[in-house]
């Protein structure tokens, strides 16, 4: 049953044990119901559930995307009649929790064999799906036999248990201490607020992720819709949700959001506002308050989503490699397009690069 009702509190208390293995709490409910708020005309937020009987066996949450032909192409016309003809693409994050509000390995009733549902779950998106998208860890490759294969970005991982404080952060990354100084010399801050946002900042949050896309060269199948989803996800009146605002007093600089476990601290979205000339080194200031965050909190790891500049290169620890998975219900299109992907917007070489962070960093 594929639909975008929440979850009921009996359905969510079916998947507790799946959530709770999984160093997860209560919280993660609430980032979901967000994000099902967020229907708009091209980009529909659901939750595929499987039932037996009076069982919910799993649940997991995708996007069923319309507007994702600027994903693929650049060349407007094409990206524009993909759109209006409305050919359905299904994204499932799996590689990741919580990720753009998104993503998720897909909650399974543990009464029920985990490794043999998600692989069913697989199965159904690739047969009954016009266009499939799973992003998952390159390790899980064996689950997709008949998919096609292509690299992705890795995702970013900062290990506080390693780092131990944001003093021996610094030491391991001494450039960072002249911008710490600049940004503090420019009057930049960094705030941290836990649960809702106040109305102004939401719709600063919203702007600085449309002036992001408008400069990247990478996106989204369901972009239309990501402002409005960050925006949601900065409204959720829950104490788990922690923000780190960038700005001085004259501009606002941008933010990224997390959603905080009990060892764990997960990033939902960020950007930056790339109206500014500069920004003062505001995204290199804001990793190192999360560190420094993380450390005087308990937190044991931080996740950082895909790696896609850089500067989060260079300032993680470790990176989990992922893949991205797509098959097709058309035969047509399970023919054709592999080229098209290898080919596409999606796996050009400004995005390209980030995929194998590991061994590019080892080198």
């Given amino acids: 049953m594929l639909n975008d009702v929440p979850l009921?509190?009996?359905?969510?208390?079916?998947?507790?044990?799946?959530?709770?293995?999984?160093?997860?709490?209560?919280?993660?409910?609430?980032?979901y119901d967000a994000l099902l708020l967020t229907r708009s005309?091209?980009?529909?937020?659901?939750?595929?559930?499987?039932n037996a009987g009076n069982d919910l066996v799993a649940a997991v949450i995708l996007i069923r995307c319309f507007d994702h032909g600027a994903t693929l192409t650049s060349f407007k016309?094409?990206?524009?009649?993909?759109?209006?003809?409305?050919m359905p693409a299904y994204i499932w994050m799996r590689s990741g929790i919580g990720a753009e509000i998104l993503a998720n390995p897909g909650f399974v009733n543990l009464k029920y064999e985990y490794d043999e549902v998600i692989k069913g779950i697989i199965?159904?998106?690739?047969?009954?799906?016009?266009?499939?998208?799973?992003?998952?860890?390159?390790?899980?490759?064996?689950?997709?036999?008949?998919?096609?294969?292509?690299?992705?970005?890795?995702?970013?991982?900062?290990?506080?248990?390693?780092?131990?404080?944001?003093?021996?952060?610094?030491?391991?990354?001494?450039?960072?201490?002249?911008?710490?100084?600049?940004?503090?010399?420019?009057?930049?801050?960094?705030?941290?607020?836990?649960?809702?946002?106040?109305?102004?900042?939401?719709?600063?949050?919203?702007?600085?992720?449309?002036?992001?896309?408008?400069?990247?060269?990478?996106?989204?199948?369901?972009?239309?819709?990501?402002?409005?989803?960050?925006?949601e996800s900065a409204a959720i009146k829950d104490d788990s949700i922690v923000h780190f605002i960038c700005k001085s007093d004259q501009d606002f600089f941008g933010y990224h959001s997390f959603i905080r476990f009990e060892s764990q601290l997960r990033c939902l979205n960020g950007a930056f506002n790339r109206q500014l000339r500069t920004t003062h080194h505001a995204y290199e200031n804001m990793i190192l308050k999360v560190v420094e965050y993380a450390a005087l909190s308990g937190i044991e790891k931080v996740y950082?989503?895909?790696?896609?500049?850089?500067?989060?290169?260079?300032?993680?620890?470790?990176?989990?490699?992922?893949?991205l998975y797509f098959n097709s219900n058309n035969g047509l299109l399970r023919t054709i397009f592999p080229t098209v992907l290898k080919n596409s917007r999606m796996m050009n070489k400004d995005v390209m690069r980030f995929a194998g962070s590991e061994e590019i960093k080892n080198r």
């Avoid at 005309?41 to 499987?50: D, E, M």
């Avoid at 016309?77 to 409305?86: D, I, T, V």
């Fill in 123 to 231: 199965q159904y998106i690739s047969k009954h799906c016009f266009l499939a998208f799973i992003l998952d860890l390159k390790e899980r490759a064996n689950l997709y036999p008949g998919s096609v294969q292509l690299p992705y970005p890795d995702e970013g991982v900062i290990d506080i248990r390693e780092v131990q404080s944001a003093e021996n952060y610094i030491s391991l990354h001494g450039n960072i201490k002249k911008k710490i100084r600049h940004y503090r010399n420019k009057g930049g801050v960094i705030e941290i607020i836990h649960g809702a946002l106040d109305p102004e900042t939401r719709q600063m949050i919203g702007r600085c992720v449309e002036l992001t896309a408008l400069k990247s060269s990478f996106k989204l199948p369901y972009q239309e819709n990501y402002p409005r989803m960050c925006m």
């Fill in 77 to 86: 016309p094409l990206a524009n009649s993909m759109k209006y003809l409305r």
């Fill in 8 to 31: 009921s509190s009996d359905e969510k208390g079916q998947l507790e044990a799946h959530v709770h293995s999984l160093g997860l709490d209560g919280s993660i409910w609430g980032l």
């Fill in 41 to 50: 005309k091209y980009s529909i937020p659901l939750i595929l559930r499987v």
């Fill in 304 to 323: 950082f989503g895909p790696v896609l500049n850089e500067t989060k290169r260079r300032m993680m620890h470790e990176f989990l490699p992922n893949n």
